[in-house]
T-cell receptor, first 113, second 117 residues
Framework: RKEVEQDPGPFNVPEGATVAFNCTYSNSASQSFFWYRQDCRKEPKLLMSVYSSGNEDGRFTAQLNRASQYISLLIRDSKLSDSATYLCVVNEYSGAGSYQLTFGKGTKLSVIP | ETGVTQTPRHLVMGMTNKKSLKCEQHLGHNAMYWYKQSAKKPLELMFVYNFKEQTENNSVPSRFSPECPNSSHLFLHLHTLQPEDSALYLC????????????????FGEGSRLTVL
């Protein structure tokens, strides 16, 4: 069974803190990896892709370790607006030229003033 | 106009009712999806349509019946649902055949929150 496991939440952190989320995936043939963000009572939206070499987008850094099947997201200098649920997502080939995204349950972050 | 629009946003129905959820995408995408999001569970893929053809049915019970008349519209017809079917139903679209290996980007609607009494 293909699974994506994430840190249990919630994470409650003060403004300005650095917070890290971890994720593991079970399918070693997974092709690509992403973090999505879902605000309360809203739809998920792509936050960033995760590349093997690691990548950064402003205060957000994503890393991938294929050998350990592990993905991480680091948020520096947390803002109140970062409060959301962060979903780890893995893209797997499902046959016939089609790929399928498998979502983790998500980790809830609350940034406190 | 938002990229993916879902109606209704909220729906309450009895177990013997028949209702439909509607999704429309204005992004020119070729693939559309139905996902189910229940509390404390990951998003579950239900159906995938690529160029109006169903390419994925993740063992969804027949009381859920999808319909895709064209690449811009997707329906989910509901009939004799159970209380455990209460959830947020999310429609999404993407460019290309299914979700390409490189982009992995789905564009979601705001969802239809369904309550089955």
């Amino acid at each position: 069974r293909k699974e994506v496991e994430q840190d249990p939440g919630p994470f409650n952190v003060p403004e300005g803190a650095t917070v890290a989320f971890n994720c593991t995936y079970s399918n070693s043939a997974s092709q690509s990896f992403f973090w999505y963000r879902q605000d309360c009572r809203k739809e998920p939206k792509l936050l960033m892709s995760v590349y093997s070499s690691g990548n950064e987008d402003g205060r957000f850094t994503a890393q991938l370790n294929r050998a350990s099947q592990y993905i991480s997201l680091l948020i520096r200098d947390s803002k109140l607006s970062d409060s959301a649920t962060y979903l780890c997502v893995v893209n797997e080939y499902s046959g016939a030229g089609s790929y399928q995204l498998t979502f983790g349950k998500g980790t809830k972050l609350s940034v406190i003033p | 106009e938002t990229g993916v629009t879902q109606t209704p946003r909220h729906l309450v129905m009895g177990m013997t009712n028949k209702k439909s959820l509607k999704c429309e995408q204005h992004l020119g995408h070729n693939a559309m999806y139905w996902y189910k999001q229940s509390a404390k569970k990951p998003l579950e893929l239900m159906f995938v349509y690529n160029f109006k053809e169903q390419t994925e049915n993740n063992s969804v019970p027949s009381r859920f019946s999808p319909e895709c008349p064209n690449s811009s519209h997707l329906f989910l017809h509901l009939h004799t649902l159970q209380p455990e079917d209460s959830a947020l139903y999310l429609c999404a679209s993407s460019q290309g055949a299914g979700v390409t290996a490189n982009t992995g980007e789905l564009f979601f609607g705001e969802g239809s929150r369904l309550t089955v009494l």
